[in-house]
């Protein structure tokens, strides 16, 4: 099955910039969703192939090449304090959907 | 815009079968090109696609929980539902139901773009 490896975590302080990696083999030919999750809430899809969906700020972009998709928080601020997930469709293994690992942005 | 709402047991005994429905409202499970799913997360761990099912009955189940998992819609009450047999304390974990949206031109819903609030689960005698 296909895997997608993120860092743990990630601490950065306000106002600088955060760039959250996702690896997976050949993931640069195949779209990447990003998520955030705050405590005890439901993830929300901040970057949906490089693209954001409608009310996410312009702070959040998306990058994916090769082996490595890079979701990146301009100008961050503590309100971006999440987990952030990526996310895959595998056309190959029965229509599957696959996450990544988990990132743990602090903002310091 | 669509909410969805997740509701079942709290406790399930080990061995037994869990059992969730996802409430659809603001729109109609029958809607052409929506997909709606569960995934579930266990305590401070990371996220797993269990399954997706088209109101037509089409199912797509993770292949590490297919013999395990059934999922059904019920389009008169605009309700799906989730049944996990055999379960064990490895299935602890929070279950959301979310929908997924095919957009234009695609050959499949690619992405998660509505999520229930979840619920959790706890496996225990």
């Known amino acids: 099955s296909y895997v997608l490896t993120q860092p743990p975590s990630l601490s950065v302080a306000p106002g600088q910039t955060a760039s959250i990696t996702c690896g997976g083999n050949n993931i640069g030919s195949k779209n990447v969703y990003w998520y955030q999750q705050k405590p005890g809430q439901a993830p929300v899809v901040v970057n949906v192939?490089?693209d954001r969906p409608s009310g996410i700020p312009e702070r959040f972009s998306g990058s994916n090449s090769e082996n490595t998709a890079t979701l990146t928080i301009s100008r961050v601020e503590p309100g971006d304090e999440a987990d952030y997930f990526c996310?895959?469709?595998?056309?190959?293994?029965?229509?599957?959907?696959?996450f990544g690992t988990g990132t743990k942005v602090t903002v310091l | 815009q669509v909410q969805l709402q997740e509701s079942g047991p709290g406790l399930v005994k080990p061995s037994e079968t869990l059992s969730l429905t996802c409430s659809v409202s603001g729109g109609s499970i029958s809607t052409s090109g929506n997909y709606w799913a569960w995934i579930r997360q266990p305590p401070e761990k990371g996220l797993e696609w269990i399954g997706s099912i088209y109101y037509r009955g089409s199912t797509y189940y993770n292949p590490s929980l297919r013999s395990r998992v059934t999922m059904s819609v019920d389009t008169s009450k605009n309700h799906f539902s989730l049944r996990l047999s055999s379960v064990t304390a490895s299935d602890t974990a929070v279950y959301f139901c979310?929908?997924?949206?095919?957009?234009?031109?695609?050959?499949?819903?690619?992405?998660?773009?509505?999520w229930g609030q979840g619920t959790l689960v706890t496996v225990s005698s």
């Open positions: 979310a929908r997924l949206e095919l957009l234009p031109g695609a050959i499949f819903p690619y992405y998660f773009d509505s």
């Open positions: 996310q895959v469709w595998d056309s190959t293994s029965d229509h599957s959907y696959v």
């Open positions: 192939d490089r």
